[in-house]
């Protein structure tokens, strides 16, 4: 058992958690969906495809977070936010202004804006929350511009399969690196390095809008593959290794002075920031309700301790 009292975050549900974080969701998710009609020409095979195409970026971040991972219901509000409001409001602004350096400015701050929520109703407790929720936001995002590029074209599969090779990727990317940075502003309480991160994120997303528009690389070369298909799940998964050593390491920091104050004991805290010992652990727990149980304690308090300053 643990006494994390003295670690215990407000009583705020997370993101996701009310109806009322919906709500916008679900109006920005009735227009665009009753404006784009996307039922009317795509067939459950081209469902069955993108959403084969876009697991591997789910895959990705849900493999990253381990230690505090977000509540589902987080992780499906992020998603919709990309899907849904943060498409509505770059489809109403960018009609006024679109242009390469816009649309790039107009999207990051559709995208992070829903960071910035998440932050405030306290899902965010670590830089790796910032790669976690933006990269899930970009990931909602990348699936809703991908369905109406796809509903648009001649060519359904092929455009599915183009976009899924070259650029389910990319708003993860943009956001989730821009997320990170985000992140250590917001829990540094210094705004500027927060501007930093939007910048790096709007920056990328810029230079990438700016070579497919210039068409310096063809689809044929190889450079274009490395940069468009290679380039950003690498980067991606070697940021998720590095903050997941980070989040590793404050766990144990911050562990320790619970620790001393007697609010958790070694062994639990072995549990929370050792992934090896959970796994041992788990493996002598007989139903999988009990397993579950027991990874979802292990994530709240590993939240609550790195929500300790």
């Known amino acids: 058992m643990t006494n994390l009292q003295g670690f215990s975050i407000a009583e705020v549900k997370p993101v996701g958690a009310k109806l009322a974080d919906w709500i916008f969701t ?15 020409v795509m067939q459950i095979h081209h469902v069955i495809l993108l959403a084969m195409i876009s697991s591997s970026v789910f895959f990705l971040l849900w493999w990253s977070d381990r230690y505090e991972r977000e509540p589902n219901g987080s992780i499906l509000w992020a998603l919709a936010w990309g899907a ?16 390469t350096l816009a649309g790039a400015f107009i999207e990051e701050a559709s995208k992070l804006l829903g960071l910035v929520v998440a932050y405030r109703r306290l899902n965010i407790q670590s830089w790796m929350d910032g790669l976690i929720i933006a990269g899930y936001i970009g990931l909602g995002f990348a699936i809703c511009e991908d369905v109406l590029y796809a509903i648009s074209s001649t060519d359904i599969t092929a455009m599915i399969v183009e976009r899924g090779i070259f650029s389910i990727f990319s708003h993860t990317f943009f956001s989730g690196l821009g997320g990170i940075v985000i992140v250590f502003g917001f829990l540094s309480r210094r705004i500027w390095i927060s501007l930093i991160g939007f910048t790096i994120a ?23 593959f490395i940069i468009y298909a290679v380039i950003p799940p690498v980067i991606v998964i070697i940021s998720s290794v590095i903050l997941r050593l980070n989040e590793k390491s404050e766990l144990k920091r911050k562990g320790n002075l619970a620790i001393e104050s007697g609010q958790i004991t070694e062994e639990r805290l072995n549990l929370i920031s050792s992934l090896k010992m959970r796994r041992d652990y788990a493996k002598k727990i007989s139903t999988k309700l009990e397993r579950s149980q027991f990874k979802r304690s292990l994530h709240e308090d590993a939240r609550k301790i790195l929500s300790h300053p």
Do not use: D, Y
Not at 26 to 40: D, G, H, K, T, Y
Not at 89 to 97: K, M, P
Not at 212 to 219: A, S
């Open 26 to 40: 679900l109006i920005c998710a009735v227009i665009i969906l009753f404006q784009s009609r996307p039922w009317e």
């Open 84 to 99: 849904f409001p943060a498409c509505f409001l770059s489809i109403i602004f960018e009609s006024f202004a679109f242009t």
């Open 202 to 224: 709007f920056t990328l997303h810029l230079l990438w809008n700016t070579v497919l528009f210039l068409e310096i690389f063809t689809e044929s070369n190889g450079v274009f």
